[in-house]
Protein backbone atom coordinates (compact mmCIF):
# COMPACT_ATOMS: atom_id res chain seq x y z
CA UNK A 1 0.00 0.00 0.00
CA UNK A 2 3.13 2.30 -0.52
CA UNK A 3 2.59 3.15 3.13
CA UNK A 4 -0.15 4.69 2.68
CA UNK A 5 -3.32 4.04 5.33
CA UNK A 6 -6.57 3.12 3.21
CA UNK A 7 -9.59 6.26 3.83
CA UNK A 8 -11.29 5.57 6.77
CA UNK A 9 -15.23 4.57 6.58
CA UNK A 10 -16.04 8.18 7.50
CA UNK A 11 -13.62 10.00 5.51
CA UNK A 12 -14.38 7.95 2.34
CA UNK A 13 -18.42 8.30 2.46
CA UNK A 14 -18.14 12.02 3.49
CA UNK A 15 -16.22 12.13 0.42
CA UNK A 16 -18.38 10.49 -1.55
CA UNK A 17 -21.59 12.13 -0.13
CA UNK A 18 -23.27 9.16 1.94
CA UNK A 19 -23.13 9.84 5.52
CA UNK A 20 -26.58 10.18 5.48
CA UNK A 21 -28.50 10.32 9.52
CA UNK A 22 -32.13 9.88 10.13
CA UNK A 23 -34.06 11.45 13.16
CA UNK A 24 -36.16 9.43 15.08
CA UNK A 25 -39.32 10.94 15.90
CA UNK A 26 -39.37 9.36 19.47
CA UNK A 27 -38.23 11.43 22.62
CA UNK A 28 -36.42 8.27 24.45
CA UNK A 29 -35.46 8.06 28.46
CA UNK A 30 -32.05 5.91 29.73
CA UNK A 31 -32.58 4.19 32.53
CA UNK A 32 -30.70 1.98 35.17
CA UNK A 33 -32.33 -1.11 36.41
CA UNK A 34 -31.74 -4.07 39.06
CA UNK A 35 -32.42 -6.55 36.15
CA UNK A 36 -34.27 -6.90 32.77
CA UNK A 37 -37.27 -8.72 33.98
CA UNK A 38 -39.89 -6.11 33.65
CA UNK A 39 -38.78 -4.66 30.51
CA UNK A 40 -41.14 -5.27 27.64
CA UNK A 41 -38.41 -6.69 24.68
CA UNK A 42 -41.71 -5.88 22.03
CA UNK A 43 -41.12 -2.17 22.21
CA UNK A 44 -40.48 -0.84 19.43
CA UNK A 45 -37.02 0.80 20.45
CA UNK A 46 -35.76 -1.56 23.55
CA UNK A 47 -31.59 -1.22 23.64
CA UNK A 48 -30.85 -3.45 26.77
CA UNK A 49 -27.26 -3.83 28.22
CA UNK A 50 -25.74 -5.69 31.46
CA UNK A 51 -22.19 -5.57 32.42
CA UNK A 52 -20.89 -7.14 35.74
CA UNK A 53 -21.87 -3.69 37.53
CA UNK A 54 -25.23 -2.50 35.88
CA UNK A 55 -28.27 -3.06 33.62
CA UNK A 56 -29.08 -0.32 31.59
CA UNK A 57 -32.04 0.63 29.11
CA UNK A 58 -32.90 2.85 26.49
CA UNK A 59 -36.20 3.08 25.57
CA UNK A 60 -39.24 5.24 25.11
CA UNK A 61 -41.05 6.98 27.98
CA UNK A 62 -43.80 4.68 27.99
CA UNK A 63 -41.74 1.64 28.25
CA UNK A 64 -39.72 2.61 31.31
CA UNK A 65 -40.36 -0.50 33.79
CA UNK A 66 -41.63 -0.03 37.01
CA UNK A 67 -38.85 -1.49 38.48
CA UNK A 68 -36.55 1.43 37.11
CA UNK A 69 -33.98 2.59 40.12
CA UNK A 70 -32.72 5.51 38.02
CA UNK A 71 -33.89 7.36 34.78
CA UNK A 72 -33.38 10.58 32.84
CA UNK A 73 -35.81 11.27 30.56
CA UNK A 74 -35.75 13.52 27.70
CA UNK A 75 -33.33 12.06 25.09
CA UNK A 76 -33.49 12.65 21.13
CA UNK A 77 -31.36 10.61 18.77
CA UNK A 78 -30.78 10.09 15.05
CA UNK A 79 -29.29 6.75 13.52
CA UNK A 80 -26.54 6.14 10.93
CA UNK A 81 -28.72 5.46 7.72
CA UNK A 82 -28.31 2.12 6.53
CA UNK A 83 -26.85 -1.02 7.27
CA UNK A 84 -22.67 -0.02 8.22
CA UNK A 85 -20.18 -3.10 7.54
CA UNK A 86 -17.64 -3.87 10.77
CA UNK A 87 -15.11 -3.22 8.28
CA UNK A 88 -15.79 1.05 8.24
CA UNK A 89 -13.51 2.93 10.26
CA UNK A 90 -14.41 6.26 12.43
CA UNK A 91 -17.97 6.69 11.81
CA UNK A 92 -19.17 7.43 15.19
CA UNK A 93 -15.40 9.32 16.18
CA UNK A 94 -16.69 11.43 12.43
CA UNK A 95 -20.04 12.19 14.32
CA UNK A 96 -18.56 12.60 18.25
CA UNK A 97 -15.75 15.18 16.80
CA UNK A 98 -18.47 17.43 15.13
CA UNK A 99 -20.77 16.85 18.13
CA UNK A 100 -17.97 17.59 20.51
CA UNK A 101 -16.66 21.03 18.77
CA UNK A 102 -20.47 22.40 19.06
CA UNK A 103 -20.22 21.43 22.87
CA UNK A 104 -23.28 18.72 22.34
CA UNK A 105 -23.13 15.50 25.00
CA UNK A 106 -23.97 12.07 23.45
CA UNK A 107 -25.21 9.02 24.33
CA UNK A 108 -24.23 6.05 22.00
CA UNK A 109 -26.32 2.82 21.61
CA UNK A 110 -24.83 0.24 18.45
CA UNK A 111 -26.67 -2.59 17.15
CA UNK A 112 -25.57 -5.21 14.46
CA UNK A 113 -25.78 -2.86 11.01
CA UNK A 114 -25.89 0.75 12.94
CA UNK A 115 -25.33 3.12 15.29
CA UNK A 116 -27.49 5.47 17.09
CA UNK A 117 -26.39 9.02 18.73
CA UNK A 118 -28.84 10.29 21.32
CA UNK A 119 -28.74 13.80 22.80
CA UNK A 120 -30.05 15.60 25.39
CA UNK A 121 -33.69 17.06 23.93
CA UNK A 122 -32.00 20.99 24.52
CA UNK A 123 -29.38 20.14 22.47
CA UNK A 124 -30.52 18.62 19.54
CA UNK A 125 -30.93 21.24 16.84
CA UNK A 126 -27.80 22.70 17.98
CA UNK A 127 -26.50 18.80 17.20
CA UNK A 128 -28.18 18.44 13.77
CA UNK A 129 -27.33 22.06 12.54
CA UNK A 130 -23.94 21.58 13.51
CA UNK A 131 -23.97 18.10 11.65
CA UNK A 132 -25.57 19.48 8.60
CA UNK A 133 -22.70 22.55 8.58
CA UNK A 134 -20.38 19.43 8.31
CA UNK A 135 -21.58 17.69 5.32
CA UNK A 136 -23.96 15.53 7.06
CA UNK A 137 -27.36 14.75 5.09
CA UNK A 138 -30.08 14.92 7.78
CA UNK A 139 -33.53 13.13 7.01
CA UNK A 140 -36.62 12.50 8.51
CA UNK A 141 -37.12 9.21 9.71
CA UNK A 142 -38.79 6.77 7.00
Known sequence: MN???PA???A????RGKMKLEILAQEFAVCALPDFSQVDGSASFCFAS????EFSLV???EAIPANALRVQRGWRAFRVAGQLDFSLIGILAGITDVLARARVGVFVVSTFDTDYVLTAQADFDRALAALAQSGYEIKAQT
Open 3 to 5: GQY
Open 8 to 10: SGY
Open 12 to 15: AARK
Open 50 to 53: KTDR
Open 59 to 61: CTP
